[in-house]
């Protein structure tokens, strides 16, 4: 059963632009369907979030530097997740990627597979010329602007794993309005830079081309044939 579970591809799933609430439940399904047995193969979804602040495990609504009216004035809510990490901003034009897979049966250790969702994210950014980095503080990756020499972060990584499965995943921003991010301590952290590939290169990149980009690398790091 382990060997036919590991041979099986995912089952990919694209969603488009979803509500962040509809997305939630649906991981919570299908991770409950693997966790039974209904389900022999891994899913991995895709897709971009309408406007909303997602709450981590370690909470972050302190990290608010406006008011909630405010952004019930913008028609954006803040909702608790049961991923790592803080508050973060999620919307249009940002690339989510919610690998939901069996990583024990995959025999991957959880800081294996946060390393490689980072090395995915920095492969693909550097595939449109951007120099995606690492930071010992806080997981996710960061573009080093080589003339100012400040990092600013680039991609976000929140992952939950229940009875070995993964769900959450990584966000990854490429043409989105980076405006949101200034009301909030993004991942919890005063002065933190918000950017994006399009930012960064001053080009407008679409959101398909980078999509074929991150399975290409997701596939060629973890060696889960996609």
């Known amino acids: 059963m382990t060997h036919e579970f590991i041979c099986k591809p ?108 980072e090395e995915t994210m920095i492969r693909t950014s550097k595939d449109f010329s951007v120099n995606g980095v690492r930071d010992a503080k806080n997981h996710g990756i960061w573009a080093k602007n080589s003339q100012t020499g400040v990092n600013a972060k680039l991609g976000s990584i929140g992952l939950s794993v229940k009875r070995g499965i993964s769900f959450h995943g990584l966000a990854l921003n490429v043409n989105l309005d980076l405006t949101p991010f200034s009301w909030i301590n993004p991942c919890g952290m005063a002065g933190i830079l918000m950017t994006s590939l399009e930012n960064e290169t001053k080009h407008n990149i679409a959101i398909k081309s980078v999509k074929e980009k991150l399975l290409h690398h997701f596939k060629e790091i973890t060696g889960i044939e996609i």
């Open 10 to 117: 995912p089952q990919i799933i694209d969603l488009g632009l979803i509500d962040y609430t509809k997305a939630f439940e649906m991981q919570k399904e299908l991770v409950a369907k693997m966790i039974n047995g209904d389900i022999e193969h891994d899913v991995i979804l895709i897709l971009e979030h309408q406007p909303v602040f997602t709450l981590g495990k370690r909470g972050g609504r302190e990290n608010l530097v406006v008011s909630e009216e405010f952004l019930r004035s913008k028609n954006i809510e803040i909702i608790q997740t049961e991923r790592g990490g803080n508050i973060t901003y999620h919307g249009p034009g940002q690339l989510i990627f919610y690998p939901i897979v069996n990583i024990e049966k995959r025999k991957l250790g959880v800081s294996d597979f946060v390393c490689a969702l």
